[in-house]
């Protein structure tokens, strides 16, 4: 079924969607599939900007050509060259042999890399600042490297004020018939999923980011199409808000996230009386998470969100829980700041993960932990614990509520 639709004068959808993907990447885990963005722009040269990925060459190919009717493309812009916007760019170079390739010099350089093709004379490379007149339409480039790949550029269609953003502003999620986020129930459905690809995503890159934010700041954006997800025309200054917040990694409300690593079910016990605790203290936005059953993207995701976070490992082969061991090399790969940190270890003879934790933890900038002392559970909790543990869950508390 063709999927496209006219979002703007002369301005096409002909993206697609992937409704079976279960990995994207293959390791984020995808419930409801996955969109690949692309737009069509007619005008005296006509535009496509990016293609997509392979698994949906069928109903993207198709789209293109129904917008065509016959005509040929003549600029194809290319804002990232990773597969999943550049696996078709062969087959449109080859039902457009004289379409010209509009990237930056190191896109270029990465479609060498990964593809098969024959680029001599048959691209523009593109610097900051640099523009493209379509004809009654005109771009604007803007360099966005490491946003979250080195080659990546935006461009921002002057006469209607689109800004055609890359990854940026993408999310998680395949498109069910609505294109725009005010035609969906955004707030309430989709914003977990933009928080939750940009901090596994694109989340490391919080500086480069930042930087791409700021070259934008004096321009006026009516429309925001991105890679992935929704298109936007409502909801920008909403975005723009949540992504300056996630880029200088501050917390958007006061919180908990309580992640566990638990063999036995004891170590469960603990989070769940420090749960119970601080439910009991007033504490209202807590996130309980089992780190074996609970795919790592989701507590990434709520780490962005809350202000505080409470680690609690059993200790295997002297090392931390595998599963909380993996949560760990995630939250220093995004580089998390300003977050407060609560560690409780459990172990029967030989308890480790604290110090393992707490060496982890060190990589980051400007974070703290809340308990100076080791919290050691010896295989499980006695009731002689509980009142430190209450102490500690008052501590986690009293930041929260302050």
Do not use: C
């Not at 005109?138 to 890359?166: C, D, G, N, Q, R």
């Not at 070259?215 to 954006?221: A, F, H, P, S, T």
Request: avoid cysteine.
């Amino acid at each position: 079924m063709l999927k496209t639709r006219e979002i703007l004068k002369d301005v096409y959808y002909v993206g697609a969607s992937d409704h079976r993907l279960k990995l994207f990447e293959n390791r984020h885990l995808i419930t409801h599939g996955m969109a690949y963005n692309s737009y069509l722009v007619i005008d005296e040269k006509i535009a496509l900007f990016d293609t997509a990925d392979k698994s949906v060459r069928v109903p993207f190919l198709d789209n293109v050509n129904h917008v065509l009717q016959g005509r040929k493309i003549d600029y194809l812009i290319l804002h990232h060259a990773e597969p999943d916007h550049a696996d078709l760019i062969d087959e449109i170079m080859q039902m457009n042999p004289n379409l010209i390739l509009v990237a930056t010099k190191i896109a270029i350089t990465y479609l060498k890399q990964f593809y098969d093709l024959d680029l001599e004379g048959k691209t523009i490379e593109v610097k900051e600042g640099d523009t493209l007149s379509l004809g009654k339409k005109t771009l604007k480039f803007f360099m966005a490297p490491m946003v979250h790949w080195p080659e990546v550029m935006v461009s921002y269609e002057m006469s209607e004020k689109i800004l055609f953003s890359a990854d940026a502003f993408g999310s998680f999620g395949g498109l069910e018939g609505n294109l725009f986020s005010d035609e969906l129930d955004y707030e309430e459905k989709w914003v977990n999923e933009t928080r939750r690809y940009y901090s596994n995503i694109v989340g490391k890159y919080g500086l480069q980011t930042l930087s791409l934010l700021n070259k934008l700041q004096n321009v006026e954006i009516k429309y925001l199409f991105s890679l992935h997800g929704p298109l936007h025309r409502t909801n920008i200054s909403f975005l723009i808000d949540k992504y300056k917040k996630w880029a200088t990694y501050t917390p958007e409300e006061k919180g908990v996230v309580i992640a566990y690593g638990s063999i036995y079910g004891n170590t469960e016990e603990v989070a769940n009386i420090l749960a119970g605790y601080l439910g009991d203290l007033g504490v209202k936005n807590i996130s309980l998470y089992d780190t074996s059953i609970t795919h790592v993207s989701y507590i990434i995701r709520d780490i962005f969100r809350f202000s505080h976070v409470a680690l609690l490992s059993a200790t295997y082969n002297l090392r931390v829980f595998p599963p909380m061991e993996a949560l760990l090399n995630d939250i220093t790969a995004t580089g998390i700041k300003n977050r407060t940190f609560a560690i409780i270890e459990n172990g029967s003879w030989s308890p480790t993960a604290d110090t393992l934790i707490r060496a982890q933890l060190a990589k980051l900038q400007n974070t703290t932990i809340l308990n100076s002392e080791k919290f050691t559970i010896k295989s499980r909790i006695n009731e002689e614990q509980r009142p430190a543990l209450y102490e500690l869950a008052k501590k986690i508390a009293e930041g929260i509520n302050s």
